[in-house]
């Protein structure tokens, strides 16, 4: 483990929670809300407050439409969310690999 700094990790993709989101978006071009609600296995509440930290940090963007007159809420990842999450990945390959 000699070339690997722990300080490098992303603290902000390193939660379960936040790591399950980020990797769900990187597999789909955009996927909403109640999709991730059931996959994760999350309430409401959890989900919402961890879907505001990754688009406050500009990792996620948000889109609020209406499906058959009922509020949909979607997620894409930006490039700055994959960018992210790539290095994480290698950081963590880092430590796969020592």
């Not at 769900?24 to 996927?31: K, P």
């Not at 930290?53 to 990842?77: C, D, M, Q, V």
């Amino acid at each position: 483990m000699s070339d690997f700094d722990y300080h490098k990790l992303d603290n902000l993709i390193h939660s379960k929670v936040r790591l399950g989101i980020i990797a769900a978006l990187v597999a789909a071009e955009s996927v909403d809300f109640s999709f991730l609600k059931e996959k994760l296995d999350l309430t409401d509440g959890n989900l919402s407050v961890n879907m505001k930290k990754l688009e406050e940090a500009g990792y996620i963007k948000t889109k609020k439409t209406f499906i058959k007159h009922k509020p949909n809420t979607s997620y894409r990842i930006t490039a700055k969310g994959k960018k992210a999450f790539d290095r994480y990945l290698e950081n963590l390959k880092k430590i796969l690999d020592d």
